[in-house]
């Protein structure tokens, strides 16, 4: 009887769990994960239950697990989407590819004479409109808000996509200017939670969708990336709180957590040439001389090369947030983008000091400070 206990209740928890990590997009197939849930309820049917009930309960797994694995879609007619940084990158061609499915598009750019802002002009249907949003600016968020709600008044706003977002320091934090921080901030986390709450009223009288595009770097500490990344903490943190609380509401919430992808200027070496050219002539002199312009150089060498291969399929993102917005069932989480599943592992599952050493194996892995180095090390020990 006891055997039987523990045998039912481990079959349970192995299922809960290896379930949860099927919706959680974090593993590789769901195949794989079906058949091997399926293989270990037979062998604990067989070793734990008294009666021959490994065979129905196994079958009644199946119907389980397929009906789960089946995402259905919902239409897309009559849906009107708003989708944020349409400039380029994943905002532009998600916006272009919604079009392309039949949704009405509100595609807000920084600049409407963007390279990208008249790509979408000339490829995209009659039905997208295009109209100029900086999210760090309350009056253009004003402005967005009066121009959608007349034009969904009908029909509500199905969905937000939270994909705008900014960042052009890759430093220390100790080397970030506190401007930088602020303007990750403004843009990453105030500006759309000010357009959020600005829409909210349309998404809640829908039922619709909030798919925010936010970063693993606000997750864990890529070397480099603090004042970015704390802009993507508060900002996924914000999105799971929402999902919470508008589950009331009927409206569903979920984060779009990307690999690294070649996208507007992620991967121009003259743009971050710039960058840190600036960065340098912005610092003062104390903590120039304490961590070297050599060890600035050196950041933004192994930035540049990591960038060189990072993906370009867009699509693996773009499809994300169409499942997020269409599908029944939405993910809370997607990972789209290459070793993302391992990634998430290692900060799960492995001890603090084995994912530093990882991030910074697989991101940046800054060298000594000037003021560390053996042969500076007199000058530390004199003053
Ligand atoms: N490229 C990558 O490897 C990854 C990107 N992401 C995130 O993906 C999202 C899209 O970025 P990407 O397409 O990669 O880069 P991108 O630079 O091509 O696109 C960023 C967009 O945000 C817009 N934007 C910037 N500041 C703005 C402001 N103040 N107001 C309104 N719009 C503003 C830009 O005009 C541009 O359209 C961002 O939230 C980014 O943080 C997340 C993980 C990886
Ligand atoms: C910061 C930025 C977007 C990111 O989130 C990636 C970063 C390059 C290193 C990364 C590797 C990953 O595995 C996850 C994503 C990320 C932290 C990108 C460099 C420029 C991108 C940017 O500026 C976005 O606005």
Redesign the pocket.
């Known amino acids: 009887m006891e055997r039987w206990v523990y045998g039912s209740l481990w079959a349970l928890f192995a299922g809960s769990l290896l379930l949860r990590l099927a919706r959680s997009q974090l593993l590789p197939t769901r195949a794989l994960l079906h058949l091997g849930l399926l293989a270990l309820l037979q062998h604990l049917c067989q070793a734990c239950l008294p009666l021959p009930l490994g065979a129905p309960l196994t079958a009644a797994g199946c119907l389980a697990l397929g009906r789960a694995a089946q995402r259905r879609r919902l239409p897309v007619a009559g849906k009107a989407v708003f989708i944020t940084g349409c400039d380029s990158?994943f905002g532009k061609q998600a916006a272009r590819h919604l079009d392309s499915m039949g949704f009405k598009v509100f595609a807000s750019v920084l600049d409407l004479e963007s390279a990208g802002a008249k790509e979408l002009r000339q490829s995209c249907s009659p039905s997208l409109t295009l109209l100029q949003m900086d999210l760090t600016k309350p009056d253009d968020i004003r402005k967005a808000q009066q121009l959608v709600q007349p034009q969904t008044a009908s029909t509500g706003l199905w969905g937000l996509v939270n994909n705008a977002?900014?960042?052009?320091t890759?430093a220390d934090a100790e080397l970030s200017p506190l401007c930088k921080f602020r303007t990750c901030m403004d843009v990453n986390f105030f500006g759309t939670l000010e357009l959020t709450k600005a829409l909210l009223p349309l998404l809640r009288s829908s039922r619709g969708r909030i798919v925010t595009v936010s970063?693993?770097?606000g997750d864990m500490p890529?070397p480099c990336?603090a004042a970015?990344?704390a802009s993507?903490a508060a900002l996924t943190l914000l999105m799971d709180t929402f999902r919470s609380e508008l589950e009331p509401w009927g409206v569903k919430v979920s984060v779009i957590?990307?690999?690294?992808?070649k996208?507007?200027?992620?991967?121009d070496p003259a743009y971050w040439h710039e960058k840190k050219e600036q960065l340098l002539a912005s610092l003062p002199t104390d903590l120039l001389q304490a961590y070297g312009e050599e060890y600035i150089h050196e950041i933004n060498k192994q930035?540049v090369k990591?960038?060189k291969i990072?993906n370009e399929d867009l699509s693996l993102v773009v499809n994300s947030i169409a499942d997020a917005l269409i599908s029944t069932t939405p993910a809370p989480r997607y990972y789209p983008?290459r070793?993302?599943r391992l990634?998430y592992f290692i900060h799960h599952y492995l001890p603090s000091v084995i994912r530093d050493l990882f991030l910074k194996a697989?991101?940046i892995n800054q060298k000594l400070p000037r003021a560390l180095q053996p042969k500076h090390q007199n000058g530390l020990k004199q003053e």
Not at 165 to 168: I, K, Q, V
Not at 257 to 261: H, S
């Open positions: 990158g977002g900014f960042d052009d890759i970063s693993p770097a890529y990336l970015y990344g993507k957590l990307p690999g690294y992808f996208t507007g200027t992620s991967c930035f990591f960038m990072a983008g070793g993302m990634i697989f991101f």
